[in-house]
């Protein structure tokens, strides 16, 4: 039982990083109907700029933690926000219009570049981050030594994660912007006649999704402590699978398939085997997508000719 | 394929070519370009330039300016203004220059007329093209013997990897240029075959050509196994599936070690035979059987005519069965799904024939992979791999062979030459390393080639056969992907 709910709260903290990153994709898919490839490079972008932007300030004295934390969040979040707005405008917003497949293949491109690029200026090697915010609070102990523990740390992701999604869900059902929108994502061509900038709106989402992202890497990076120019990929493909299983374009959905992800993944690794953990996640998406292939809270497609 | 002209709109790649011109009138800018303005060629051109550097200054201070290394005790910041400053000194100059010379330099818009004309020369090009490809590699050995005697090894070894590439575009060309299915897995059949080749050579003491067809088999049975249950899913979702599979194969070759022997590979595959005469030194080895003397460049000569027959065997294939009623299904499938189950097409069908044959061929170029590393191992068949077979099918033109072939030329051919650049060690100073940069440019390069050429290099994506007679309802309603 113990071992259990310590393993529940270990999957919502990794659900939540998850989930944060599946934003990005849902919304990026909602809007302009592609595959945001390089959204797990944004995300490992973030994880960086919050790592150097950490060593500066050390650098410069500064060393108030909470303060230290504000301003990394500030940096990450707007610098990395600048990087998916400028992916967007060179690599996606050339080929609007163009054929489903093109950008795709220019979002592969720029995850594999972009992947490059954080190797060649910031070297392969991993790159350790020392334990920022230790302690927690033990919620259990049973009488054979094992403990459940709520460190600060998970908290603070659990509680941000919660903040974010309130936050962000206002942000789309009540703000004009959000509603801007959810008009492009109905029919971008009806939105622009009736006064929608469709342009911006786009660059928007993909600037709001690269700040959540990299609020996502600045987590992962005091969660795990350590991170390399790889992280990006798998963190990618997995968050784009909670997208899928929570029901592309649903933002609810998105936590919700995050979090799910991120429970099977550490209960298959704490029950069964660490190895496949990721084969279990990608079955999971795969059984979904075949029975259910709107996803969890999705709006079924209809097909219409 | 000269029987009509590839540039009306009768046809659905004239159609769509123009629907794509139109679609660029009306909204297509270059990047970073604001609403035309009155003011002057040179200041818009300074003012953009000044934009673009500021947004270079910004994103790359992070990478640039600061690196961060291990060292003893932690991270260690090391702070590089100049690399930062000379980074934003390029982007201003670059942007400066593409600005005054490009984007806003008068220039007169091609006719219609003439568009047409490039777009026919453009056809009778290709066709041009692959003949002289064709002769160029029958040639090659012949060729690089007297041309580049003190070098054809390494060439000889560059193109047959480029034709293994040149095979697996073709190969994936079936299942996304002419079905239109987007597979982002295929990477997995090139591992089944290859695992397949290694795994009955080892256990059964099979030889390479028993095998070969035994990789394409299994590799084609793997492809309705995991067709079958994904093959109803819309475009996006099949993709993210057929990624999904291609990771679990290779994570379970990863870890089941009795088998695969894990993270450490297969070691020890033979080495392909000539009826039975083997390319090695000494007693009923192939030197010795004709009474030459023996060169281990035989063997490369050797590999390369393997995997030139197979390459040109996919092709062959591939071309033959455009023209027979399941190649003409499969070209209405990527046309139109709906209108294909509503002349009764049984579509499930006809997507796995199509990802079968994709996934015979991986099979057939993964046993040859194995065959000519002598080693395999799952780290060579990462998703990274499946990148850049789809990057070539799509770069290369969507359905078109030659742009396949052209397109491994430039971007593994290209890409690869960037090792013996020793301008670049020059430029950069001794500790530049070119092989580090390879697969940065290789993502520039798609990126770049992909908003530069949105249809690829060679487009001809015209269905084998087609209704001559002017569409009735504009392509704009009916462009893949749009109309449902």
């Given at each position: 039982m113990e071992y259990f709910l310590q393993q529940l709260i270990n999957g919502i903290t990794l659900g939540s990083i998850y989930g944060l990153i599946a934003i990005g994709y849902t919304m990026v898919y909602g809007i302009i109907g592609m595959i945001n490839f390089a959204h797990g490079e944004i995300f490992m972008i973030g994880s960086f700029i919050a790592l150097t932007a950490f060593l500066v300030l050390a650098s410069l004295g500064i060393t108030f933690l909470p303060l230290v934390l504000l301003i990394i969040l500030i940096v990450a979040m707007g610098f990395t926000a600048l990087w998916g707005w400028s992916i967007e405008r060179v690599a996606y917003r050339p080929l609007r219009g163009s054929f489903r497949l093109a950008p795709l293949i220019t979002a592969i491109g720029m995850s594999i570049f972009l992947q490059n690029f954080v190797q060649v200026t910031q070297g392969a090697r991993i790159k350790p981050l020392p334990p920022q915010i230790t302690g927690g609070v033990t919620l259990l102990s049973s009488s054979d030594g094992i403990v459940v523990q709520l460190s600060t740390m998970q908290m603070i992701i659990i509680v941000t994660t919660v903040v974010l999604m309130a936050g962000f869900t206002t942000v789309i059902n009540r703000t004009s912007l959000g509603r801007q929108q959810r008009a492009c994502e109905q029919d971008q061509k009806m939105a622009a006649l009736l006064g929608v900038n469709v342009d911006r709106t786009i660059s928007l989402t993909f600037v709001m999704g690269a700040g959540l992202a990299a609020v996502a890497g600045i987590m992962y990076l005091l969660y795990y402590g350590v991170i390399d120019f790889y992280i990006g990929f798998l963190a990618g493909v997995k968050a784009f699978t909670a997208a899928v299983l929570g029901g592309i374009g649903s933002l609810p959905g998105a936590m919700l398939g995050g979090l799910a992800i991120g429970l099977i993944e550490t209960f298959w690794s704490g029950y069964f085997s660490v190895e496949y953990k990721d084969v279990a996640a990608f079955s999971i998406l795969a059984i979904v997508l075949i029975f259910m292939p709107s996803g969890l809270l999705g709006r079924p497609e209809v097909e219409k000719v | 394929m000269s029987s009509f002209d590839p540039t009306a709109d009768t046809t659905p790649e004239g159609a769509e070519r123009q629907d794509e011109e139109r679609r660029r009138a009306a909204q297509g800018e270059p990047p970073f370009v604001e609403a035309a303005t009155p003011e002057s060629r040179l200041a818009g051109s300074l003012r953009e330039a000044a934009i673009t550097a500021g947004i270079v200054a910004a994103i790359t201070l992070f990478f640039f300016a600061f690196r961060t290394e291990i060292a003893i005790?932690?991270?260690?910041?090391?702070?590089?203004?100049?690399?930062?400053?000379?980074?934003?000194?390029?982007?201003?100059?670059?942007?400066?220059?593409?600005?005054?010379?490009?984007?806003?330099?008068?220039?007169?818009?091609?006719?219609?007329?003439?568009?047409?004309?490039?777009?026919?020369?453009?056809?009778?090009?290709?066709?041009?093209?692959?003949?002289?490809?064709?002769?160029?590699?029958?040639?090659?050995?012949?060729?690089?013997?007297?041309?580049?005697?003190?070098?054809?090894?390494?060439?000889?070894?560059?193109?047959?990897?480029?034709?293994?590439?040149?095979?697996?575009?073709?190969?994936?060309?079936?299942?996304?240029?002419?079905?239109?299915?987007?597979?982002?897995?295929?990477?997995?059949?090139?591992?089944?075959?290859?695992?397949?080749?290694?795994?009955?050579?080892?256990?059964?003491?099979?030889?390479?050509?028993?095998?070969?067809?035994?990789?394409?088999?299994?590799?084609?049975?793997?492809?309705?196994?995991?067709?079958?249950?994904?093959?109803?899913?819309?475009?996006?979702?099949?993709?993210?599936?057929?990624?999904?599979?291609?990771?679990?194969?290779?994570?379970?070759?990863?870890?089941?070690?009795?088998?695969?022997?894990?993270?450490?590979?297969?070691?020890?595959?033979?080495?392909?035979?000539?009826?039975?005469?083997?390319?090695?030194?000494?007693?009923?080895?192939?030197?010795?059987?004709?009474?030459?003397?023996?060169?281990?460049?035989?063997?490369?000569?050797?590999?390369?005519?393997?995997?030139?027959?197979?390459?040109?065997?996919?092709?062959?294939?591939?071309?033959?069965?455009?023209?027979?009623?399941?190649?003409?299904?499969?070209?209405?499938?990527?046309?139109?799904?709906?209108?294909?189950?509503?002349?009764?097409?049984?579509?499930?069908?006809?997507?796995?024939?199509?990802?079968?044959?994709?996934?015979?061929?991986?099979?057939?170029?993964?046993?040859?992979?194995?065959?000519?590393?002598?080693?395999?191992?799952?780290?060579?068949?990462?998703?990274?791999?499946?990148?850049?077979?789809?990057?070539?099918?799509?770069?290369?033109?969507?359905?078109?062979?030659?742009?396949v072939v052209i397109a491994s030329v430039v971007m593994i051919g290209g890409i690869e030459m960037l090792r013996n650049l020793g301008v670049l060690t020059d430029f950069f100073g001794p500790s530049f390393d070119p092989t580090q940069y390879r697969m940065l440019f290789f993502g520039l390069a798609m990126v770049l080639i992909m908003v530069w050429k949105p249809r690829g290099l060679v487009s001809s994506r015209s269905p084998s056969a087609i209704y001559k007679e002017k569409k009735k309802i504009g392509a704009d309603m009916v462009a893949q992907g749009e109309g449902h």
């Open positions: - | 005790g932690g991270l260690e910041l090391t702070v590089r203004w100049p690399v930062w400053l000379s980074w934003i000194a390029i982007a201003f100059v670059g942007r400066f220059l593409l600005s005054f010379f490009l984007y806003r330099a008068d220039r007169t818009k091609a006719s219609g007329a003439a568009k047409g004309a490039r777009g026919a020369a453009a056809v009778g090009l290709g066709k041009v093209l692959a003949v002289v490809f064709l002769l160029i590699a029958l040639t090659l050995p012949i060729l690089l013997d007297t041309l580049f005697p003190s070098q054809n090894r390494y060439i000889l070894d560059l193109a047959i990897l480029i034709l293994t590439y040149v095979m697996l575009g073709w190969g994936l060309n079936i299942v996304v240029g002419l079905a239109g299915l987007l597979d982002l897995g295929y990477v997995a059949f090139y591992a089944v075959g290859a695992y397949s080749f290694a795994l009955l050579s080892q256990n059964f003491g099979l030889g390479f050509w028993v095998c070969l067809p035994m990789a394409g088999l299994f590799a084609a049975l793997w492809g309705l196994m995991l067709g079958f249950p994904v093959l109803r899913l819309r475009g996006d979702y099949l993709a993210i599936v057929t990624l999904a599979f291609g990771e679990i194969i290779r994570v379970v070759l990863l870890n089941w070690a009795d088998f695969t022997g894990g993270p450490n590979g297969l070691l020890g595959i033979p080495k392909p035979t000539l009826f039975g005469l083997e390319f090695s030194r000494g007693e009923g080895s192939f030197s010795d059987y004709f009474g030459l003397d023996y060169s281990p460049i035989q063997r490369f000569v050797f590999l390369y005519y393997i995997i030139l027959a197979l390459a040109l065997l996919t092709n062959f294939i591939t071309l033959r069965l455009r023209k027979l009623p399941v190649g003409r299904a499969w070209e209405a499938l990527r046309e139109d799904e709906i209108a294909c189950r509503s002349l009764g097409i049984n579509t499930t069908n006809v997507k796995l024939t199509a990802f079968a044959t994709g996934a015979m061929f991986g099979g057939f170029a993964g046993s040859f992979f194995a065959t000519r590393q002598g080693f395999i191992s799952p780290e060579s068949f990462t998703f990274m791999e499946s990148a850049i077979i789809l990057a070539i099918v799509v770069l290369g033109g969507l359905g078109s062979q030659v742009g």
